[in-house]
């Protein structure tokens, strides 16, 4: 009996060896068409590196069609001059990143939308401080431009030099 029990163990052993040697074998082969295989997080990656700029762009374009739909400002409220010279701001480095991503220069374009989002940032919380929107019409535009402003740092840390 002792020694149908050794020899029961030896054979699952065997198979479990096989086993394993089968399931290796089929993580390191490639994947086979139309199959998701282990490098498809760094196509994706590069992907999104390679198209990072267009998404920016897209991006900040629907965060200023948004604009058009925002909360009607309270009367009692007065704009500061300041607000006005940080929107100029804002389209200035929104036109340079727009114009030298149409030229290829990725790190420009790159460096005036990360400048463009630190003037976006100012302004969300400039509309909470004047209260020039009731509600939370500034959360949404600290969010978006706060995550615009992220992307664009992101993609200008990761730029080639």
């Known amino acids: 009996m002792l020694e149908t029990r050794e020899r029961t163990r030896g ?5 479990l060896a096989d086993e394993i040697r089968a399931l290796e074998e089929l993580w390191a082969a490639p994947p086979e068409a139309g199959e998701i295989g282990p490098g498809v997080g760094r196509r994706v990656v590069s992907w999104l590196e390679g198209h990072l700029g267009m998404l920016i762009a897209a991006g900040w374009l629907a965060f200023l069609a948004s ?14 001059f300041w607000s006005d010279v940080v929107i100029a701001g804002l389209l ?11 030229l290829r220069s990725r790190r420009l374009g790159l460096a005036a939308a990360t400048i463009a989002g630190g003037f976006g940032i100012a302004l969300a919380i400039g509309c909470r401080a004047t209260e020039h929107h009731l509600g939370a019409w500034w959360l949404y535009e600290l969010g978006a431009t706060a995550a615009l402003t992220s992307l664009a740092a992101l993609g200008l840390a ?3 030099r």
Do not use: H
């Open 158 to 160: 990761r730029s080639k």
């Open 11 to 15: 054979e699952v052993d065997t198979a």
């Open 92 to 102: 200035l480095a929104l036109g340079v990143a727009g114009i030298t991503g149409l």
């Open 67 to 80: 604009t058009y739909f925002q909360p009607v400002p309270d009367p009692e409220s007065t704009t500061p």
